[in-house]
């Protein structure tokens, strides 16, 4: 069995964005090289635009799917609001790769409030090693696919070496989990997402 360096990542959004099948990728890339892979996800109101967090945890020494506060190596985010709401996870030294497109919540919009990306990103600078950040509409356009979000902010996770799984592996899980027909778009819309992150 080969086994790497420990990896934790935290993946999170908002319901319909991807977050589970990104987790199912990274889980798939580890488990296609021989490593232990622990993982759950916290759904909630996903089917109603609720937040979504996936755990995906590498290595013999995880005994629990889910990361403690503090532990993460990566966090991916979906949404700049939420990678705010889960910044306790990731560790010192952590990286984080987001997209810069806000979602408001309904509560926000029913309340008259609202955030903006620049403040969430600003933010998360100040608590990371290296923050990614994504233009994922500007992106998915360049692609012809708005529903290629989850594997632009992959690409960028493993453009920073921390995930614990190559680009090879991704594609490798890709194969599996993904429709053949859409095996393409996403191997392209890996490669865009680290080329924008470096």
Same mark, same amino acid.
């Given at each position: 069995?080969?086994?790497?360096?420990?990896?934790?990542?935290?993946?999170?959004?908002?319901?319909?964005?991807?977050?589970?099948?990104?987790?199912?990728?990274?889980?798939?890339?580890?488990?296609?090289?021989?490593?232990?892979?622990?993982?759950?996800?916290?759904?909630?109101? !996903? *089917?109603? $635009?609720?937040?979504?967090?996936?755990?995906?945890? /590498?290595?013999?020494? @995880?005994? #629990?799917?889910?990361?403690?506060?503090?532990?993460?190596?990566?966090?991916?985010?979906?949404?700049?609001?939420?990678?705010?709401?889960?910044?306790?996870?990731?560790?010192?030294?952590?990286?984080?790769?987001?997209?810069?497109?806000?979602?408001?919540?309904?509560?926000?919009?029913?309340?008259?409030?609202?955030?903006?990306?620049?403040?969430?990103?600003?933010?998360?600078?100040?608590?990371?090693?290296?923050?990614?950040?994504?233009?994922?509409?500007?992106?998915? !356009? *360049?692609? $012809?696919?708005?529903?290629?979000?989850?594997?632009? /902010?992959?690409?960028? @996770?493993? #453009?920073?070496?921390?995930?614990?799984?190559?680009?090879?592996?991704?594609?490798?899980?890709?194969?599996?989990?993904?429709?053949?027909?859409?095996?393409?778009?996403?191997?392209?819309?890996?490669?865009?997402?680290?080329?924008?992150?470096?």
């Amino acid at each position: 069995m080969s086994e790497t360096a420990e990896k934790s990542i935290l993946i999170c959004g908002v319901g319909g964005q991807g977050t589970v099948l990104a987790a199912k990728l990274i889980a798939q890339a580890a488990l296609s090289k021989g490593m232990h892979v622990r993982s759950a996800e916290t759904i909630g109101m !996903a *089917q109603r $635009g609720g937040s979504v967090v996936s755990h995906v945890r /590498l290595g013999s020494n @995880a005994h #629990s799917p889910l990361i403690p506060h503090g532990a993460a190596d990566v966090l991916i985010a979906f949404e700049p609001c939420e990678a705010v709401r889960n910044i306790a996870y990731l560790k010192e030294g952590g990286v984080i790769a987001v997209s810069s497109k806000a979602v408001q919540p309904v509560t926000a919009s029913l309340s008259g409030k609202s955030f903006n990306a620049e403040s969430m990103t600003a933010f998360l600078r100040t608590h990371a090693s290296r923050v990614m950040v994504l233009d994922t509409d500007a992106l998915c !356009a *360049q692609l $012809g696919s708005e529903k290629a979000a989850n594997t632009l /902010l992959l690409g960028a @996770a493993v #453009s920073s070496s921390m995930l614990g799984v190559t680009m090879d592996d991704l594609k490798t899980a890709l194969r599996v989990l993904v429709k053949p027909d859409f095996v393409e778009l996403n191997e392209k819309a890996l490669a865009l997402g680290a080329k924008a992150a470096n």
